[in-house]
């Protein structure tokens, strides 16, 4: 009986463990990643039996559907000034260019995925998000992304601030 208690309690300090772990790396991301934009494609922005959130399709899906994915699932991505995805390859292996970085790519809904293809949001306020045109992610140098804002035609956060 003894043993069990023991065995539970390193069973759940474990858990605890790579559950923190995953949480900082989450936050070291969030707080050192690089910003890296992606043009939005149009989708279907509502689910009744999930509430109300924004399914996301990236304008850079349109050419790499028809592709099979490399066993390293990453993409090499070309940066704009503004920090707007302009082009998207398969990283097989080429050096990166100045302005190019690693993103990692996973099949989604709409076909290529990285980072989110959602963003959730309170209900009722699916207004708040009809002029978003762009995804914010940060990125990690192995290419890990996460999705940090929407934003407007502008380059600013939604929803707007008054």
Do not use: C
């Amino acid at each position: 009986m003894r043993m069990r208690k023991g065995l539970l309690f390193v069973v759940l300090a474990l858990i605890l463990l790579a559950a923190n772990l995953a949480i900082y790396q989450k936050q070291q991301l969030l707080g050192s990643g690089s910003v890296m934009r992606l043009e939005l494609a149009p989708v279907d922005p509502r689910a009744l039996m999930q509430g109300d959130y924004m399914a996301l399709n990236y304008a850079l899906n349109s050419h790499l559907r028809s592709t099979e994915i490399p066993g390293n699932h990453r993409l090499i991505v070309t940066l704009n000034p503004q920090r707007i995805a302009t082009e998207a390859g398969w990283d097989r292996g080429q050096p990166l260019k100045e302005n190019q970085y690693y993103l990692q790519a996973h099949r989604g809904n709409q076909g290529i995925a990285v980072a989110s293809d959602v963003w959730f949001f309170e209900e009722g306020h699916a207004k708040d998000y009809i002029d978003a045109r762009y995804g914010e992610l940060r990125v990690a140098e192995d290419g890990t992304a996460l999705l940090v804002a929407l934003l407007d035609e502008q380059l600013k956060p939604l929803p707007a601030t008054p």
